[in-house]
């Protein structure tokens, strides 16, 4: 498709459980964002790919949380032993450029919820 | 570190009067951008304008303008000629070019059109 696509659209899963969030980027578009956006907030950078090399993983709340870009196009996060307080929106974001000056690209969101 | 405030949770306007988004941020670096996105209830962020911390002019996109104070750290949006398709959570957001990866997003604004 031309858009970013992120699947599941919706995700219910039990505490402690393990879950994969996918994200397919626009092609072409070398940098790749993730955020989570949790009810009644902006949503909070978690981790940036440039390639297939995660140049910026400072967002992630804990190492619990994960994400692989393998071959510089799909990515998935992952999040191990999940908690209620891990749900939340998590929205992908694509760019043909490499710095946060340009417009970025969102998909929309894979919604967790841990129960 | 960068913040960005967005102080009205919630704005009214009627439709096809004008309303202005306050925001307000702050950041050490003097190579950023900053960024207004639209998120309707589908989640799929979407940009609405940009502006260069670098350039005077404020930027302008149809019935989008904003009104650029760098010495006041200000950046309102001003939506003309309301429409109700315009009724959308808007969030503020800051991109630093020579600083952290990633946006940092304000709280959001929930803008209800009345028809």
């Known amino acids: 498709g031309a858009g970013v696509s992120q699947t599941p659209s919706n995700k219910v899963t039990e505490k402690g459980k393990y879950v994969e969030l996918r994200c397919d980027p626009i092609?072409?578009?070398?940098?790749l964002y993730w955020y989570r956006q949790s009810l009644g907030q902006g949503p909070e950078f978690l981790i940036y790919?440039?390639?297939?090399?995660?140049?910026?993983d400072s967002g992630l709340p804990n190492d619990r949380f994960f994400a692989v870009r393998p071959e510089g196009s799909v990515s998935t996060l992952k999040i191990q032993r999940t908690e209620r307080g891990d749900s939340a929106v998590y929205l992908c974001?694509?760019?043909?450029?490499?710095?946060?000056?340009?417009?970025?690209?969102f998909g929309e969101g894979s919604r967790l919820t841990v129960l | 570190a960068q913040t960005v405030t967005q102080s009205q949770p919630e704005m009214s306007v009627q439709e096809a009067e004008t309303v202005t988004l306050s925001c307000t941020y702050d950041?050490?670096?003097?190579?950023?951008?900053l960024f207004w996105y639209k998120q309707p209830p589908s989640r799929q962020m979407i940009l609405v304008i940009r502006?260069?911390?670098?350039?005077?002019q404020n930027a302008t996109e149809n019935r989008f303008s904003v009104n650029f104070q760098k010495a006041a750290k200000s950046f309102s949006l001003k939506i003309s000629d309301s429409q109700l398709g315009d009724a959308a959570m808007y969030f503020c957001?800051?991109?630093?070019?020579?600083?952290?990866?990633?946006?940092?997003f304000g709280k959001g604004t929930h803008l209800i059109i009345q028809p």
């Open positions: 974001a694509s760019s043909p450029i490499d710095r946060s000056t340009g417009e970025l690209f």
């Open positions: 092609s072409g578009h070398t940098a």
């Open positions: 790919f440039q390639g297939t090399g995660a140049a910026d």
């Open positions: 950041t050490s670096e003097s190579d950023y951008y």
């Open positions: 502006q260069e911390a670098y350039k005077q």
């Open positions: 957001a800051l991109g630093e070019g020579g600083g952290a990866d990633g946006l940092t």
